[in-house]
């Protein structure tokens, strides 16, 4: 049976249609690819905070060069805990990232007895974006310009003297506990919940000593309102470069900083982490980025995910040791 030419015409038209809808979806995941659609960025500390900023800064910088938005999201609340458990139980598929600071993995796992996640098991790390050293800083009024001076006076008069930390059991308390071990000396330590706090009090001399971080101790140094003794971290910070270290004060052996990473839920697809990692390659390397980070007191340094991973396995027992020999136990 012969079909009319216009019948044969809609017939053929059809059948194209039909076959166009089938095959698009296939074209289009052929064609598309990781990302396509908004990044979820975790950041598990309250907004404001160094962390905070470096995620902020970072997070921008990977969405111009992922093509897709990354969307902030600040889950504070238990040391981090409540962000990484959150991103631990999210799917792997590089959606949901998070950046946060080595308390996450070394430092809670050394002072509580139980964690929802496991800091070398959960995650994927993506790679280091950069740290912050630790720094020993003293009321401007206190009679001690360095370390030596410091641990003379903390002999002299024992039980006199205490220092404040930006939290029980952050990188503060653990540093300024292994300085007292170091040093010999003994203070009593004052936690606040945060650095800003730590900070008023120590330029307002409610105590006389504290451990920050340099990020929070350069603008309160400029100033005047405070005084540096020594840093914590193995080198001089690039931007304090005045400053001596604990071990050129005397004190051989001392090494606490606060690093920030990248990472994913455990089980990441290999092109996707290949990806990830590229980008923030890029990001810490790009020029106007590094400066924002520096002027926020962040010392750029990128280095890959088996790094990060390499660090954790590092620092735990030593995170471990320092938690049982000054009894730092949370619930």
């Given at each position: 049976m012969r079909i009319p030419a216009h019948r044969a015409l809609l017939l053929l038209l059809a059948c194209t249609i039909t076959a166009g809808a089938g095959l698009a979806p296939a074209l289009a995941a052929a064609q598309g690819g990781y990302p396509s659609k908004p990044i979820q960025l975790v950041l598990p500390f309250p907004p404001g905070g160094a962390t905070d900023v470096v995620g902020r800064l970072v997070g921008k910088k990977l969405g111009e060069l992922l093509g897709?938005?990354?969307?902030?999201?600040?889950?504070?609340?238990?040391?981090?805990?409540?962000?990484?458990?959150?991103?631990?139980?999210?799917?792997?598929?590089?959606?949901?990232?998070?950046?946060?600071?080595?308390?996450?993995?070394?430092?809670?796992?050394?002072?509580?007895?139980?964690?929802?996640?496991?800091?070398?098991?959960?995650?994927?790390?993506?790679?280091?974006?950069?740290?912050?050293?630790?720094?020993?800083?003293?009321?401007?009024?206190?009679?001690?310009?360095?370390?030596?001076?410091?641990?003379?006076?903390?002999?002299?008069?024992?039980?006199?003297?205490?220092?404040?930390?930006?939290?029980?059991?952050?990188?503060?308390?653990?540093?300024?506990?292994?300085?007292?071990?170091?040093?010999?000396?003994?203070?009593?330590?004052?936690?606040?919940?945060?650095?800003?706090p730590a900070m008023t009090d120590l330029i307002g001399g409610q105590i006389p000593f504290s451990v920050d971080t340099v990020a929070a101790a350069i603008p309160q140094l400029k100033s005047g309102k405070i005084k540096a003794i020594a840093v914590t971290t193995a080198r001089r910070s690039a931007l304090l470069p005045n400053v001596p270290t604990v071990a050129e004060s005397g004190y051989p052996g001392m090494d606490a900083s606060t690093w920030i990473a990248l990472v994913a839920p455990r089980g990441l697809p290999a092109d996707v982490k290949a990806r990830l990692e590229k980008a923030l390659a890029e990001a810490v390397a790009d020029p106007a980025t590094r400066k924002k980070l520096t002027d926020n007191g962040i010392e750029p340094f990128y280095a890959p995910g088996k790094q990060v991973s390499s660090m954790i396995e590092k620092e735990m027992p030593q995170m471990r040791a320092i938690a049982q020999r000054a009894n730092i136990k949370l619930d």
């Open positions: 897709q938005t990354v969307i902030i999201d600040n889950r504070p609340g238990a040391g981090t805990i409540v962000g990484a458990s959150f991103v631990a139980k999210s799917a792997p598929d590089g959606y949901t990232l998070m950046a946060t600071s080595g308390t996450t993995f070394t430092v809670n796992p050394a002072i509580y007895p139980r964690l929802p996640y496991d800091p070398q098991k959960s995650f994927e790390p993506i790679g280091l974006i950069g740290s912050t050293g630790l720094i020993l800083l003293a009321n401007r009024d206190v009679p001690v310009n360095n370390l030596k001076e410091f641990v003379a006076a903390a002999k002299a008069e024992p039980g006199k003297y205490s220092y404040g930390s930006f939290g029980a059991g952050t990188t503060s308390h653990f540093a300024g506990e292994a300085l007292l071990n170091l040093t010999g000396t003994k203070l009593l330590h004052v936690p606040y919940k945060g650095s800003a």
